[in-house]
């Protein structure tokens, strides 16, 4: 079946240091989906990337879509206390599987201030 | 005030007995679901719905059991048959119209502990 892996697992980041998380699928995805999860919290819906190739921004995040619509990637510049937590990324399951999303494994960032 | 709620916040249980965890939204959406995250991993999805009376297993099923007699509510019963329920269950919903390019909308879950 469909798997989405996210690399790293977790990271550890000096505050004003960059982050980058990265998403990979073993299929193609007609569109992919960022989240956060702050501690214990629950997931929060970022943003959604649709072509490929695309790059969207929020701020200090970067969010990329790959060319082959594989991979993505969350980068964040300067990171802050608050961009604690853990990033997922998902992608629809496709067919006759409707809305299911199927979540990347995550990467939890922590931001020593 | 629209969203979804679920309750209780924090729930345990004795070893063979059932409970039922709740999941309600008012933002008319139509498919709804169940999902697991345990300690550092991702979320699995358990159950799901995408129109009232109907529902399908989702990636780890076995042990649990949902019903969704109305569009605001899709209860979870985690039964005795589930060996280790413990762990934090996310409701989610969707609007259900744009297929895999629906955002879900999560609740702020139950944390679930069997004594």
């Known amino acids: 079946g469909q798997q989405v892996m996210q690399i790293p697992q977790y990271q550890h980041v000096q505050e004003g240091e960059d982050f980058t998380t990265y998403c990979n699928s073993s299929t193609t995805l007609s569109n992919i989906q960022w989240y956060k999860q702050r501690p214990g919290g629950h997931p929060v819906f970022l943003i959604q990337l649709v072509k490929s190739g695309e790059v969207k921004k929020q701020k200090r995040l970067t969010f990329q879509f790959g060319e082959a619509k594989k991979n993505s990637s969350l980068h964040i510049t300067a990171t802050q206390t608050t961009d604690v937590g853990t990033y997922f990324c998902?992608?629809?399951?496709?067919?006759?599987?409707?809305?299911?999303?199927?979540f990347g494994t995550g990467t939890r960032l922590a931001v020593r201030p | 005030d629209g969203g979804i709620t679920q309750s209780p916040k924090y729930l345990f249980r004795k070893e063979g007995q059932n409970v039922t965890l709740s999941c309600e939204q008012n933002?008319?959406?139509?498919?709804m679901y169940w999902y697991r995250q345990d300690p550092g991993q991702g979320l699995r999805l358990i159950y799901y719905s995408q129109i009232v009376n109907d529902f399908q297993k989702g990636d780890i099923a076995e042990g649990y059991s949902v019903s969704r007699e109305k569009k605001e509510s899709f209860p979870l019963t985690v039964t005795s048959a589930q060996k280790n329920p413990t762990a934090f269950y996310l409701c989610a919903s969707s609007t259900g119209l744009a297929g895999g390019s629906d955002t879900q909308y999560f609740g702020p879950g139950t944390r679930l502990t069997v004594l």
């Open positions: 933002l008319n959406h139509d498919a």
């Open positions: 998902a992608g629809p399951r496709g067919g006759s599987s409707g809305d299911k999303l199927t």
